[in-house]
């Protein structure tokens, strides 16, 4: 009981108590996760800017398993998203058509692309929305809520979640010169991609023995307009990340940016799609995760169209 009363109270303190734009699907986020038929698991992430200590990425996640002959709290969650999209600047839904197919999408954390997965469950179905944060005067900064979920005979597995970060317009405009932070190191990205191009930095750090850590979208990274040598110089420099080590936990971070990149790869010629096919099949032997490798064979298939 104490642990229902907690989620509780963290669901309330999810946004400020003036901001009502998200208010039915708050109550309805709450009502599931307190119910009594629900086993929740949950994680929680915040980051503040050290010198202001106004926040600047939030995560929470709240993991469910609840019998299927209560699928009306994931119905209550979904008329929830109904009920609140007017307020909502974009909302999305869908579904994967086949238990090993996905439509694979993440919402951003942060001021980064690399944000919380959405469609890895099989089978699963997602609905997210995006509200501007009331407090932010800019209007640059907006809260995501999202449920994810999976249906069977017995039992109902899902997740919500709750991020905090940057809008996708400020972030495209923001992608020009744009800095990010590997292991504490400034790295300068240019509007087309890696200023570091051959991953040279990355060896360093792995010569090391240290590991990428990026606080991570609701958008991809990779730019329309990025010409095909920048694609696939990019492309290269995530492959052999992965290759490193595919069983660390930045591979499905490094596996999430090549997926991005085959949605966006209009820029390569047929000659040099079939080349990157070829290195993910290569890739895709390298891992036993099932996930990875469907992720990889998405990727493949986002090729051929």
């Not at 990875?292 to 998405?298: D, P, R």
Request: with cysteine; net charge neutral.
């Amino acid at each position: 009981m104490k642990n229902k009363l907690f989620l509780a109270a963290g669901i309330l303190m999810l946004m400020p108590l003036t901001a009502h734009a998200q208010g039915f699907i708050k109550r309805a986020f709450n009502v599931l996760i307190t119910s009594e038929p629900a086993q929740v698991e949950s994680s929680h992430k915040l980051n503040k800017n050290p010198g202001t200590g106004v926040k600047e990425g939030q995560l929470d996640v709240y993991e469910f398993t609840i019998p299927a002959s209560h699928h009306d709290l994931v119905e209550d969650v979904e008329r929830a998203f109904e009920q609140d999209k007017e307020k909502a600047y974009s909302m999305k839904t869908a579904s994967a058509t086949s238990k090993k197919s996905y439509d694979y999408t993440s919402l951003a954390v942060g001021g980064d692309d690399s944000g919380y997965p959405l469609g890895d469950i099989k089978g699963s179905r997602y609905i997210y929305a995006l509200f501007l944060d009331p407090e932010d005067m800019t209007k640059t900064h907006r809260y995501a809520y999202a449920m994810e979920w999976r249906k069977d005979e017995k039992e109902i597995v899902g997740k919500l979640i709750v991020t905090y970060a940057t809008t996708q317009q400020y972030r495209e405009g923001e992608k020009k010169g744009r800095i990010i932070r590997i292991n504490g190191n400034d790295v300068k990205l240019s509007a087309n991609g890696f200023s570091y191009g051959d991953s040279d930095l990355f060896n360093k750090f792995f010569s090391m023995g240290e590991g990428l850590s990026a606080f991570g979208s609701d958008s991809t990274f990779v730019s329309s307009s990025i010409g095909s040598e920048s694609w696939l110089s990019q492309f290269n420099t995530f492959k052999n990340l992965f290759l490193r080590n595919p069983n660390s936990t930045a591979s499905n971070y490094y596996a999430s940016h090549i997926y991005k990149m085959c949605k966006k790869a209009d820029a390569l010629d047929d000659m040099e799609k079939k080349m990157v096919i070829k290195e993910l099949e290569k890739v895709m032997k390298a891992t036993n995760d099932e996930f990875l490798q469907e992720m990889f064979q998405a990727s493949i298939e986002r090729l051929k169209k």
